[in-house]
């Protein structure tokens, strides 16, 4: 069972920064690609960056590209998200998750390609 873990969620004002946390346990992150997901209230859940395993592929939604940086230490088997410049329609629960079956090394975004979703952390961006 792949279990995934987000942390570093909060309250933070317009333009502050945060890095958020996906630790997995119960399995080697190493082997995996993982995706950076949110959903705001009454949105559907969207992906906003990936990381190949290896950590030589990323990418980003066009909202947060050039604001937000995803990176990745397979020692401590933890995927980081780090946020920048944050605005009010950042506001969102965050989740990380694995992709399954072939493509699981892969950095993808399309939630319907991941099976194993971590229970995600709020953000909220306001003053």
């Known amino acids: 069972q792949l279990q995934l873990v987000e942390s570093g969620g909060g309250l933070v004002q317009p333009g502050g920064s945060l890095r958020l946390s996906c630790a997995a346990s119960?399995?080697?992150?190493?082997?995996?690609?993982i995706g950076w997901f949110r959903q705001a209230p009454g949105k559907e859940r969207e992906g906003i960056s990936c990381?190949?395993?290896?950590?030589?592929?990323?990418n980003y939604a066009d909202s947060v590209k050039g604001r937000f940086t995803i990176s990745r230490d397979n020692a401590k088997n933890t995927v980081y998200l780090q946020m920048n410049s944050l605005k009010p329609e950042d506001t969102a629960v965050y989740y990380c998750a694995a992709p399954v079956g072939a493509a699981q090394a892969m950095c993808l975004m399309s939630p319907r390609l991941f099976g194993s979703w971590g229970q995600g952390t709020q953000i909220t961006v306001s003053s």
């Open positions: 119960g399995f080697t992150l190493a082997y995996y690609g």
């Open positions: 990381i190949s395993s290896s950590g030589g592929v990323t």
